[in-house]
């Protein structure tokens, strides 16, 4: 079964949606550490990095369970 660019469009603009929302709360997420808290730049650099490999490893399993 294949979509049609109607339903390609539809899942991409609520994917849009999502994003912004992801976007504004990460960036303060970093102001707020890196501003409020004084937390070093490289520090939050990795912490995010493993964060995100965790995610994309961890996210198939969820998926089948």
């Known amino acids: 079964m294949s979509l049609s660019g109607k339903e390609k ?3 991409g603009l609520g994917a849009v949606g999502k994003d912004m929302v992801y976007m504004l ?3 303060y997420i970093l102001y707020y550490y890196q501003d ?3 937390v070093n730049v490289v ?3 990795i912490i995010l990095l493993v964060a995100r490999v965790f ?3 961890n996210d ?3 998926g089948v369970i």
Do not use: T
């Open 9 to 11: 469009f539809s899942y």
């Open 36 to 38: 409020i808290l004084g």
């Open 55 to 57: 995610d994309a490893f």
């Open 60 to 62: 198939p399993f969820m």
């Open 43 to 45: 520090a939050m650099g």
């Open 25 to 27: 709360s990460a960036s």
